[in-house]
């Protein structure tokens, strides 16, 4: 029998695959969604970060949901390392053209294709590159021209860069000053206080129907201390003490399943 048929799931609660539409809102999510439309909005080169399994890409899945189809173009990039030749081949093929293997002529190309587009009221780009603390130097140095084609312009299009908090120290260094200036909006995910935590928790197993409570508030209490409120940290916690419940036949988790599984946890990373 499956985990969730024990349950009387319709199916396993706490997974990565969360569609947009059975998402919970806190706070900050809305607050971090809010500045993401106001950046595209008005063209900005944006900067959104927060700390690994926070839900940085949930919430830009959530936030692409929600652009208008007919009005926005959005292209997500997501590679480490990532150069000028690698960006504008992307966007090209993305526009269904054929990159130029001169990074000289991609560039050009890229150029000439984003201001035909805004002549002729195409769709708006909204471009968005996940990782971004992982951008090359040189990728981090030509932002400048991708945001402005022509001297002191109006950029054609919004830049969001998304990734850890390493992100936002490393474009604050000396040698990025004039990206930095250029940044219109940015804003930090922290993690969820434990009124949210119960929340996103009691969230998740509503949309699986479950029909009565199944972690115990002091339960609960332990997940959000050990996780911090980091979200990807919950669900591995929730996971592995539903296994470990079920495997001992008990309907409801406890303190001592919560502490079974941390007790676990430090053993694999060798912590005990």
Excluded at 75 to 91: C, Q, R, T
Excluded at 208 to 216: D, E, I, L
Aim: hydrophobic share 40%.
């Amino acid at each position: 029998m499956r985990l969730e048929e024990r349950w009387g799931w319709v199916s396993m609660p706490f997974r990565r695959e969360t569609e947009p539409t059975g998402w919970v809102e806190t706070a900050k999510q809305k607050e971090a969604l809010a500045r993401l439309h106001v950046m595209v909005d008005r063209g900005y080169l944006g900067v959104l970060t927060g700390e690994i399994g926070s839900g940085k890409t949930t919430l830009i899945r959530r936030f692409v949901h929600e652009l208008n189809p007919l009005t926005y173009h959005p292209i997500y990039l997501s590679m480490s390392g990532l150069k000028p030749k690698d960006f504008y081949g992307e966007i090209l093929r993305h526009l269904g053209e054929e990159a130029p293997f001169s990074s000289v002529k991609a560039k050009r190309l890229f150029q000439e294709r984003v201001e035909q587009r805004s002549s002729q009221g195409e769709k708006q780009l909204v471009v968005i590159v996940d990782e971004a603390q992982d951008l090359s130097d040189m990728m981090i140095l030509e932002l400048r021209f991708v945001m402005n084609h022509q001297m002191d312009a109006k950029s054609l299009f919004p830049l969001i860069l998304v990734g850890q908090p390493e992100l936002r120290k490393r474009i604050r260094l000396r040698k990025y000053e004039a990206i930095w200036q250029r940044i219109g909006l940015s804003y930090h995910i922290g993690g969820l206080t434990e009124e949210e935590s119960i929340v996103y928790i009691r969230h998740q197993m509503k949309q699986v129907g479950a029909g009565m409570p199944v972690f115990s508030d002091s339960a609960v209490h332990l997940i959000h201390g050990a996780s911090q409120g980091i979200p990807r940290i919950i669900n591995q916690i929730c996971t592995q003490a539903i296994y470990d419940a079920a495997l001992n036949g008990h309907e409801v988790i406890e303190d001592k399943h919560i502490h079974r599984v941390l007790i676990d946890q430090q053993l694999q990373r060798g912590a005990v």
